[in-house]
């Protein structure tokens, strides 16, 4: 019987060596005495679709024996793939979707990491993948699964990914190629082989003990991981803080870890006078919370507020990309040796709304309210690019950040400023009759993010909300209905599933 090639498929993301791999396979192949074949279809960005290598390995000696060459696919068919290696958690679920992964074929190997998508980061309200699913849902498929976070292995030996997905799938004995080979591979490339080489040992040995690991659950998140509510201190970090956590402590347990969040992300965006705003605002709203231990209404108030004090405008922007902290993650990932130089050149293109909004507030509505001021300035509003990594570039946006002791001032603050009062107010008349239409407004305030015209398009879908606000209170499904609408709102960025569930109220509404 003639034997069948091995079928291998790749799901890389831009820039995680996926190339480098599929080259490195090639080799150990022929090394070892395989025909090989690989095609690869890169996808679009590097965030939104992963670049799919196929490879097939076909032994010489069984071609020779046949005297023909063997006919290699050039794409993986559904069900058909012996082994398929994911960079990261939500490329393995993608593989999975595909078809790729069968629970009496395919060995999966994939890291646990997540590098979130765009549509993750983007998303109207909570988008990241349910990582606990994704890990049930490839235990349930795949005949047999290699999973740990290959990224925090590649950090911990200052390598890449592509040699720990190399060390696994050496360590997983999917292909029938020895060790030496793959070691071999990674010295002739002549690039940083002692940490590959350590990054790779170390992924052949856990993949090695992969299915004791995954009995025993190892897979599972741990006990201390981030999502883990962190210990609210007894003391602040320096004597004028004390105040603020004082304050935090007085408020009741249900909320305070959200409250002391918001604190931290206050001070952070202005200063401790407005993180001292924050709380006082909370406590009108704890004040009147009849929710029992729980506290659902100061709970979503304390998240909400948070986020919306602390809104998006140019200064924030940057005063983040300006951020020590930022470029030393850069540096960081990019895997920069101290003596070398690297640059980061940021893609800029402020619209005349954002220009006015950062001016004081009085300038700003002028500006706006004039169309000769408005095409001038639009003429200046082209896409730039900065390059903070220059003096010049650097004390620009530096500049712009400084601006941040005057943000009280501006247009965008007085604006913002005026929604957020609007929306306490109604929170407070609501909450003694209407507790959990209550609640759900104050939910609703996660559909107002970023800035530009994502900002633009969530205000118009909570403004929205806001005008069926009179009618829903005369309903006994009030509460119900304004999560629904919620939900139809963070449906879609257009607004279509929103505008549908408002044209259904609106019908009804005139029927009855």
């Known amino acids: 019987m003639t034997p069948r090639p091995i079928k291998l498929c790749i ?27 690989s095609t690869s279809v890169p996808g679009v960005a590097q965030r939104t679709g992963a670049t799919i290598y ?15 060459e063997p006919i290699m696919a050039l794409m993986p068919v559904p069900g058909d793939v012996d082994c398929v290696v994911g960079s990261e958690l ?22 646990s990491h997540r590098s979130y998508s765009i549509a993750e980061k983007s998303a109207m309200g909570r988008g990241a993948a349910d990582a606990e699913g994704l890990i049930e849902l490839a235990r349930g ?8 976070d290959m990224e925090a292995v590649a950090e911990q030996h200052h390598s890449i990914i592509s040699s720990v997905l190399l060390g696994a799938l050496c360590g997983s004995g999917v292909l029938p190629f020895g060790r030496p080979a793959f070691e071999a591979a990674i010295g002739k490339s002549g690039i940083a082989v002692a940490t590959n080489l350590a990054a790779f040992s170390d992924a052949c040995e856990r993949a090695g003990r992969a299915d004791a690991d995954a009995a025993a659950g190892a897979w599972r998140p741990a006990a ?13 970090r320096s004597a004028p803080l004390q105040p603020l956590l004082d304050r935090v402590w007085r408020l009741p347990e249900a909320v305070r870890t959200l409250a002391l969040e918001g604190v931290r992300r206050a001070i952070d965006y202005q200063d401790p006078a407005y993180a001292a705003s924050y709380l006082s605002r909370l406590e009108r709203i704890s004040a009147l919370d009849a929710g029992g231990e729980e506290r659902p209404l100061s709970a979503a108030v304390a998240r909400g507020l948070a986020l919306w004090m602390t809104f998006e405008d140019t200064i924030r922007v940057a005063d983040l990309k300006t951020r020590a902290s930022r470029f030393a993650r850069v540096r960081a990932e990019i895997r920069a040796a101290p003596e070398q130089l690297f640059g980061i050149t940021e893609f800029m293109k402020p619209r005349v709304a954002e220009i006015a909004a950062t001016l004081p507030a009085g ?95 969530g205000w ?14 005369a309903r006994a499904d009030g509460a119900a209905v304004m999560a629904r609408l919620h939900e139809a709102a963070l449906a ?21």
């Open 90 to 111: 939500i490329e393995a679920g993608r593989a999975i979707q595909r078809g790729l992964v069968d629970r009496d074929r395919t060995t999966l190997i994939a890291s």
């Open 141 to 148: 498929q795949a005949k047999r699964l290699i999973l740990f």
């Open 363 to 457: 300038m700003g509505a002028w500006v706006l309210a004039s169309p000769r001021v408005s095409r001038w300035l639009g003429r200046m509003t082209g896409g730039r690019r900065i390059r903070t990594s220059t003096v010049t570039g650097f004390l620009l946006l530096h500049a712009l950040a400084g601006l941040r002791r005057w943000r009280r001032g501006t247009l965008r603050y007085a604006e913002e400023n005026a929604r957020i009062e609007d929306w306490l107010g109604r929170i407070e008349r609501l909450a003694p009759t209407h507790y959990r239409l209550a609640v759900e407004l104050a939910r609703a305030q996660r559909l107002i993010k970023g800035y530009g015209e994502t900002h633009e398009r």
């Open 492 to 512: 879609d960025e257009e607004g279509v599933a929103l505008a549908k569930e408002l044209a259904g109220l609106a019908a009804s509404a005139a029927a009855a």
């Open 460 to 473: 118009r879908s909570f403004s929205a909300l806001l005008s069926r606000l009179d009618a829903l209170t």
């Open 224 to 236: 201390d991981s981030p999502d883990r509510p962190p210990d609210i201190p007894e003391q602040a």
């Open 54 to 68: 196929y490879l097939e390995f076909f032994p010489r000696a069984e071609a020779q024996r046949a005297g023909r």
């Open 11 to 37: 799901a890389a993301l831009g820039g995680q060596g996926g190339g480098v791999l599929a080259e490195w396979l090639i080799e150990i192949a022929e090394a070892e005495g395989y025909l090989a074949q």
